[in-house]
């Protein structure tokens, strides 16, 4: 079992910044894919910004050129960089870690258990 604890939410005026944070209980390198996600309310879950099996990083068209994904493998912890904030990215933003086994059926997703950011002036 993985533990994931996001942190750095919080409220923001738009066109503010936020960094969160996601730390995790085992090693997010190697076989690992991490990726945030967020959802708002009465909407689903969606991704945001994640590491891709080749290293690079991928967003959504919400988040490309306002939000950075980055990872400190050492200390076991994603971040996510939040730049001009607007309304819409009002959510709860959750951390999910994706262990890619040798054998697919044994892969395992884990999810933190999210942190809010509001953006409101």
């Known amino acids: 079992q993985v533990q994931l604890v996001e942190s750095g939410g919080g409220l923001v005026q738009p066109g503010g910044s936020l960094r969160l944070s996601c730390a995790a209980s085992a090693s997010i390198s190697g076989r690992v894919d991490m990726a945030w996600y967020r959802q708002a309310p009465g909407n689903q879950r969606e991704l945001v910004a994640a590491?891709?099996?080749?290293?690079?990083?991928s967003y959504s068209d919400s988040a490309r050129d306002r939000f950075t994904i980055s990872r400190d493998n050492a200390k076991n912890t994603l971040y996510l960089q939040m730049t001009s904030l607007k309304s819409d990215d009002t959510a709860v933003y959750y951390c999910?870690?994706?262990?890619?086994?040798?054998?697919?059926?044994?892969?395992?997703?884990?999810w933190g258990k999210g942190t809010l950011v509001i953006v409101s002036s």
């Open positions: 590491f891709t099996s080749g290293g690079g990083a």
């Open positions: 999910h870690y994706h262990m890619r086994a040798l054998n697919p059926k044994y892969d395992r997703d884990y």
